[in-house]
């Protein structure tokens, strides 16, 4: 499946030459995803990478994007990072977060996102994704990045958090989630957690559509929503439909204290008890953070509004 076109035609034939319905082009790219699923997760590359981080700061200044405390960062090593998802389609704390990374460790020390599975079934879209170092989200992959001496960049609470609705959006939403706590511990990679705000402004959810992504059979392809949400310049969409003019919501990512978990080693991966805590503790640090962002500036939007108006006249 090289091609958008070679792809379609595949999911075709599938379905007896048909053309597909919902259900049959769900099950057709569960296959294929599964079949990318195998592919060498190492390829990354970095002048590729630049060219794109360079993309990615342009993109920021539409949000007056804006990284704090890249100093406490180790210099070196991989590190596990930790950040609250946000934005829906645009995701504007991803390519900041990134961009700051390369800014301070250089293209050599790649920044591995763990990403959402079904992307690296759409033909293109997969190969950009993995040129930046992006590899479907597993333990065994994240383990395996970190044991390469690259770093992971991981959104615990996935689809769930980045689909909460607008009125949670000053909310951290790990879902529960402690798989990279267990990789922390199993690996000894320190963990660094970022909080970003203003994300969750440049489109407004309306609700996850859990229920929509139950009844459409979405769970193949491991999607447990599918948002309602309010995005220029169609209005009310469902789905993951690129919002083609986010809204300018003024961006901060604050990167936090390492937290210490020194006294901690791989047997304790297995202690539910020893998860909890850390969990805890994780979840309590990123929403002070980001209450602390939310009362410095309550009204991202507004602000950024506010400044281009300024900038106009």
């Given at each position: 499946?090289?091609?958008?076109?070679?792809?379609?035609?595949?999911?075709?034939?599938?379905?007896?030459?048909?053309?597909?319905?919902?259900?049959?082009?769900?099950?057709?790219?569960?296959?294929?995803m599964?079949?990318?699923?195998?592919?060498?997760?190492?390829?990354?590359?970095?002048?590729?990478?630049e060219r794109v981080v360079n993309l990615m700061e342009v993109y920021g200044r539409y949000f007056d994007s804006e990284v704090r405390g890249t100093d406490r960062l180790p210099d070196s090593g991989p590190v596990l990072v930790v950040g609250n998802h946000s934005g829906l389609?645009?995701?504007p704390d991803t390519p900041a977060m990134m961009a700051a990374w390369y800014r301070k460790r250089g293209f050599e020390q790649p920044l591995t996102v763990l990403s959402f599975d079904p992307i690296?079934?759409?033909?293109?879209?997969?190969?950009?994704?993995?040129?930046?170092?992006?590899?479907?989200?597993?333990?065994?992959?994240?383990?395996?990045?970190?044991?390469s001496g690259a770093s992971v960049l991981v959104y615990p609470g996935g689809g769930y958090e980045i689909a909460r609705p607008w009125t949670e959006?000053?909310?951290?939403?790990?879902?529960?989630r402690k798989g990279f706590i267990k990789l922390a511990l199993r690996t000894g990679a320190p963990v660094v957690p970022v909080v970003g705000h203003g994300g969750h402004s440049t489109s407004i959810v309306l609700t996850r559509g859990e229920g929509i992504a139950k009844a459409l059979g979405l769970n193949k392809l491991r999607f447990d929503v599918m948002p309602v949400a309010f995005?220029?310049?169609?209005?009310?969409?469902?789905g993951p439909i690129p919002a083609l003019l986010p809204l300018p919501a003024k961006v901060t990512v604050q990167v936090c204290e390492p937290l210490d978990w020194s006294h901690l080693g791989p047997e304790d991966?297995?202690?539910?008890?020893?998860?909890?805590?850390?969990?805890?503790?994780?979840?309590?640090?990123?929403?002070?953070?980001?209450?602390?962002?939310?009362?410095?500036n309550p009204f991202p939007l507004?602000?950024?509004?506010?400044?281009?108006?300024?900038r106009t006249r």
């Amino acid at each position: 499946m090289e091609t958008g076109e070679a792809n379609s035609k595949s999911w075709t034939a599938q379905a007896g030459g048909r053309v597909p319905g919902i259900g049959q082009l769900i099950e057709a790219w569960g296959e294929a995803m599964e079949e990318a699923l195998q592919e060498d997760i190492f390829q990354y590359d970095p002048e590729f990478t630049e060219r794109v981080v360079n993309l990615m700061e342009v993109y920021g200044r539409y949000f007056d994007s804006e990284v704090r405390g890249t100093d406490r960062l180790p210099d070196s090593g991989p590190v596990l990072v930790v950040g609250n998802h946000s934005g829906l389609n645009s995701e504007p704390d991803t390519p900041a977060m990134m961009a700051a990374w390369y800014r301070k460790r250089g293209f050599e020390q790649p920044l591995t996102v763990l990403s959402f599975d079904p992307i690296f079934a759409i033909p293109k879209a997969k190969d950009f994704f993995r040129r930046l170092g992006q590899v479907p989200a597993s333990a065994e992959n994240a383990e395996a990045v970190l044991a390469s001496g690259a770093s992971v960049l991981v959104y615990p609470g996935g689809g769930y958090e980045i689909a909460r609705p607008w009125t949670e959006r000053n909310q951290v939403c790990l879902a529960g989630r402690k798989g990279f706590i267990k990789l922390a511990l199993r690996t000894g990679a320190p963990v660094v957690p970022v909080v970003g705000h203003g994300g969750h402004s440049t489109s407004i959810v309306l609700t996850r559509g859990e229920g929509i992504a139950k009844a459409l059979g979405l769970n193949k392809l491991r999607f447990d929503v599918m948002p309602v949400a309010f995005a220029l310049p169609w209005g009310v969409v469902l789905g993951p439909i690129p919002a083609l003019l986010p809204l300018p919501a003024k961006v901060t990512v604050q990167v936090c204290e390492p937290l210490d978990w020194s006294h901690l080693g791989p047997e304790d991966a297995e202690k539910p008890d020893v998860l909890e805590q850390c969990y805890r503790e994780v979840e309590s640090v990123m929403q002070r953070a980001l209450d602390a962002l939310v009362e410095e500036n309550p009204f991202p939007l507004a602000r950024r509004l506010r400044k281009l108006a300024r900038r106009t006249r």
